[in-house]
Nanobody
Framework: QVQLVESGGGLVQTGGSLRLSCAAS????????MGWFRQAPGKEREFVGR????????YYADSVKGRFTISRDNAKNTVYLQMNSLKSEDTAVYYC?????????????????WGQGTQVTVSS
């Protein structure tokens, strides 16, 4: 089992950057595929991207490709979401998620463990 805690959210202007962190408890962080999702008010939870166990492979939603980067530091039990060139439509609560499977779909229902979320607000 793993517990996840996100941090780093806040208010940023359009075009700005933020880096979110997700700290995981437990000794087996490196055995989890990690994902990032977001949920805007009145909308379903949306896949942002994921990173494989070793950190070599990442995959992103088209809406963030080229602007967002996911990385992880298994020694620190932490996964990161670097967000650049932020747009107003990026405003949402951002969640990290974990699952022990190496192959996993983009659906939020595929992930077993979730953090509490951190608010990101992009204003013009």
């Amino acid at each position: 089992q793993v517990q996840l805690v996100e941090s780093g959210g806040g208010l940023v202007q359009t075009g700005g950057s933020l880096r979110l962190s997700c700290a995981a408890s437990g000794r087996t962080f490196a055995s989890y595929t990690m994902g990032w999702f977001r949920q805007a008010p009145g909308k379903e939870r949306e896949f942002v991207g994921r990173i494989n166990r070793g950190g070599a492979n990442t995959y992103y939603a088209d809406s963030v490709k080229g602007r967002f980067t996911i990385s992880r530091d298994n020694a620190k039990n932490t996964v990161y979401l670097q967000m650049n060139s932020l747009k107003s439509e990026d405003t949402a609560v951002y969640y990290c998620a974990a699952d022990s499977r190496s192959w996993i779909s983009d659906s939020y229902s595929s992930y077993s463990y979730w953090g509490q979320g951190t608010q990101v607000t992009v204003s013009s």
